[in-house]
């Protein structure tokens, strides 16, 4: 029989201070966690916690009803471990963290790529809308009732195609303003 009292008062004490954390630093840019080590791919700390807490239990289950096979205890200890002192090293690595520049700085991309961006997007909803001209006039000339349905479904689908890329322009375009007025 393993003694897991240890592990559950530990637990606890990572719940509280990851609630604390949370509450202060809010999400990160990206998981914190490689999806190896944690089936979550929280950006916060409390879900991981939560996780390695249900491992645990997962194991007192299993030991309990005298299921825990001397391979399965090994796996699931040495898990249990790897996850809390993956948490540990965030913790601790915290001050760190605080002098790192903001996620909005780091992974900023250059204005040409946005330029590009915009050029491709121009160019998608040129090509869109002498699609749309295409089947409109199409649609004039047919001759039976069934093309005509077809048709007006693929313009009520280019319309749609085109709204999305007109919404993406000007998504991009005040960016670019944005970026080119603060300098």
Not at 122 to 139: F, N, S, T, V, Y
Not at 141 to 165: D, M, N, P, T, V
Request: hydrophobic share 35%; glycine share 2%; net charge positive.
């Amino acid at each position: 029989m393993i003694d897991l009292s240890r592990l559950i008062s530990l637990i606890e004490q990572l719940k509280q201070q990851a609630a604390d954390v949370d509450r202060k630093r809010g999400e990160s840019f990206k998981p914190l966690f490689d999806e190896t080590l944690f089936k979550t791919r929280s950006k916060l700390l409390t879900p991981c916690v939560n996780e390695v807490h249900n491992e645990l239990q997962l194991l007192q289950k299993e030991q309990q009803a005298g299921r825990l096979l001397p391979a399965r205890t090994q796996h699931l200890c040495e898990k249990i471990v790897s996850q809390i002192q993956a948490i540990q090293r965030e913790l601790a690595t915290l001050n760190i963290r605080k002098k790192e520049p903001k996620n909005q700085a780091v992974w900023r991309r250059p204005i040409n790529e946005i330029y590009q961006d915009l050029n491709q997007h121009k160019d998608w909803e040129r090509r869109l809308k002498a699609m749309l001209r295409d089947k409109e006039l199409l649609i004039s000339r047919c001759a039976s009732q069934f093309e005509q349905q077809q048709l007006q479904k693929e313009i009520l689908a280019l319309e749609g195609r085109i709204s999305r890329c007109q919404a993406a322009l000007i998504k991009i375009e005040t960016d670019i303003s944005n970026r080119e007025r603060k300098g």
